[in-house]
Structure formats: C-alpha cells, structure tokens
Nanobody
Framework: QVQLVESGGGSVQAGGSLRLSCATSGFTYSRNTYGWFRQAPGKEREGVAAISPSGLSIYYADAVRGRFTISQDTAKNTVYLQMNSLKPEDTAMYYC???????????????????WGQGTQVTVSS
C-alpha cells in the first residue's frame, strides 16, 4: 500500500521558515520523481518544486525559486521542502506527490502524478 505522509506545516509570520517532510512507503523510492504542490482557497493546485530520485534534476516554480529548497533522504525514503522568507501569498495546503520516472521534473501537471499525500497546512501572516 503506497503512502505519502506530509508533516511540518504550521503558522508563521512573514519572513519566517518552515520545513515540510513527506515520508513515503509502499513502493520503490528510486523509481519515482517527487513533487510538492500547493493549493490556496479558490485557486488551482500548482506545482512548487520537484526532484528526481537521484537528486540530479530539480525544478522550482518561479514564485518560490531562491526561497524554497527541495531535498531528500533516500535512506529514509523522505522528501523535504525547506521554506524560507515566507510570504503571506505562500499560504496554502501543501501536498507531496509521486510519479513514475520518464518525464522532466519541470513538468508538474497534477494529472501526471500517481500518488498524493493528505496535505499539510501552511499559513503565513503579515
């Protein structure tokens, strides 16, 4: 049974930091690409960052590049999203997702991702 479990969300003030974690299980970690998405109320879900299992390919959306860092611990089958210099517009539910290899990490269509976590809420106040 495939599982992706996010944690680490919370409420912070603008300029603060949070680190999200996504623990995966139930499949072979090295056969998937991993992405972080977010969805704010009334908006579509959007891709934030993605990483290949080798770590050699990484993608960031323009809105977070330079502030967020995606990383992984392959020994723990866990993906992370370090979020610094948070802004109120970063407020959203954040989701971890996985998809099979074979596509550029820069392509972050939600329908290309096979498995999803339940999400973790991030709220940034001004």
């Amino acid at each position: 049974q495939v599982q992706l479990v996010e944690s680490g969300g919370g409420s912070v003030q603008a300029g603060g930091s949070l680190r999200l974690s996504c623990a995966t299980s139930g499949f072979t970690y090295s056969r998937n690409t991993y992405g972080w998405f977010r969805q704010a109320p009334g908006k579509e879900r959007e891709g934030v960052a993605a990483i290949s299992p080798s770590g050699l390919s990484i993608y960031y959306a323009d809105a977070v590049r330079g502030r967020f860092t995606i990383s992984q611990d392959t020994a723990k089958n866990t993906v992370y999203l370090q979020m610094n210099s948070l802004k109120p517009e970063d407020t959203a539910m954040y989701y971890c997702a996985s998809r099979r290899l074979g596509f550029p990490v820069s392509i972050m269509n939600t329908y290309d991702y096979d498995y999803w976590g339940q999400g973790t809420q991030v709220t940034v106040s001004s």
